[in-house]
């Protein structure tokens, strides 16, 4: 059995400052891990993923996340936000190798103050 | 950006009525997935498929089918639709099932009254 737990439904910063998303995660098995972004009304777009390579991911626009195995965490940042990263964000786990889809945090609604 | 098609976009029918929802993909990956989101939930999946003809059900698949005749569509039927059926329904697209990130459609918007 897999679960994702994102800590927070919204989180609040001003722009230029860091964002901090936090994800834990419960898994049977070695997981695969992802951060998908939803800006309104579009689908899910892919940040990063991390499948048992360098436990602190690069992704797109600037966004990194790092897995801590010991903390079963999964927490995504960037350095300084802009307005443009205002969206839902989902925590997502796949492990047991099976086809069965992915499991989806909640979302954290991520809002930027300008 | 994956070539994942989703028809309708929009849709509003009435409790009871049939629909089918579209999904249409040009990459040719084995893998197919049909989610929903509501809000509080993230996206929970309704069905999937490995294969043409080959489908499993997902967490949520109580008043859904599906069918997937040629690799590149999969559909999704709610038989009789019923309210709690609202949502926005999206398909999936992926090469493998563990370490290659799904691709989405840009959703369908169903509501029924």
């Known amino acids: 059995a897999q679960s994702v737990t994102q800590l927070d439904s919204h989180v609040s910063v001003s722009e230029g400052t860091p964002v901090l998303l936090r994800c834990n995660y419960s898994s049977s098995y070695s997981p695969s891990l992802f951060w998908y972004v939803q800006h309104p009304n579009k689908g899910l777009q892919l940040l990063l993923k991390?499948?048992?390579?360098?436990?602190l991911v690069k992704g797109i626009n600037g966004f990194e996340a790092e897995f801590k195995k010991s903390e079963t965490s999964f927490h995504l940042t960037k350095p300084s936000a802009h307005m443009s990263d205002a969206a839902e964000y989902f925590c997502?786990?796949?492990?047991?190798?099976?086809?069965?889809?992915?499991?989806f945090g909640k979302g954290t609604h991520l809002i930027i103050q300008p | 950006d994956a070539g994942i098609t989703q028809s309708p976009r929009h849709k509003v029918t009435e409790t009871g009525t049939p629909v089918t929802l579209r999904c249409h993909q040009t990459e040719n990956h084995r893998y197919m997935y049909w989610y929903r989101q509501d809000p509080g939930h993230g996206l929970r999946l309704i069905h999937y498929s490995y294969g043409v003809k080959d489908t499993d059900k997902g967490e949520v698949s109580d008043g859904y089918s599906v069918s997937r005749s040629k690799t590149e569509d999969f559909l999704l039927t709610l038989e009789s639709a019923t309210s709690s059926q609202t949502s926005v329904y999206f398909c999936a697209i992926s090469e493998t099932p563990r370490d290659q990130p799904q691709h989405f459609g840009d959703g369908t918007r169903l509501s029924i009254l």
């Open positions: 991390y499948t048992s390579a360098a436990t």
């Open positions: 997502v786990v796949h492990s047991g190798g099976g086809a069965d889809g992915l499991t």
